[in-house]
């Protein structure tokens, strides 16, 4: 089992539910509120006139519990939302030890 870690701008947050209760692989996942502070807000395509007065950008991070072999799959599905992959980064994490989830 891996966790498949994403950050990626808050507007895209329901576009990733959708996609990601369509999975049949995928059972639950996890959404955090993100704030970004960092130089490379003023290249991002995604970030509003607030949120250069503020300094940061909203953001969320995604983690999903899957089945390693499902992981290119699963990352393509999300990656093929429009303007995401662009806009977004992820990482996988390995699990070793995992109590109480049934895979």
Not at 21 to 39: A, G, H, N, Q
Not at 60 to 89: A, C, H, M, P, Q
Request: hydrophobic share 35%; proline share 1%.
């Amino acid at each position: 089992m891996i966790i498949l870690n994403l950050i990626t701008p808050k507007e895209f947050e329901q576009d990733v539910t959708d996609c990601l209760k369509s999975c049949d692989d995928v059972t639950s996942f996890y959404i955090f509120r993100v704030d970004e502070y960092s130089d490379q807000q003023k290249n991002e395509s995604f970030i509003s006139k607030k949120d250069l007065v503020e300094g940061f950008t909203q953001k969320i991070k995604l983690e999903v519990i899957i089945v390693e072999e499902r992981y290119k799959e699963i990352l393509g599905t999300i990656n093929n939302i429009t303007g995401l992959e662009e806009n977004s980064y992820s990482w996988i994490t390995e699990i070793n030890k995992i109590n109480g989830f049934n895979n």
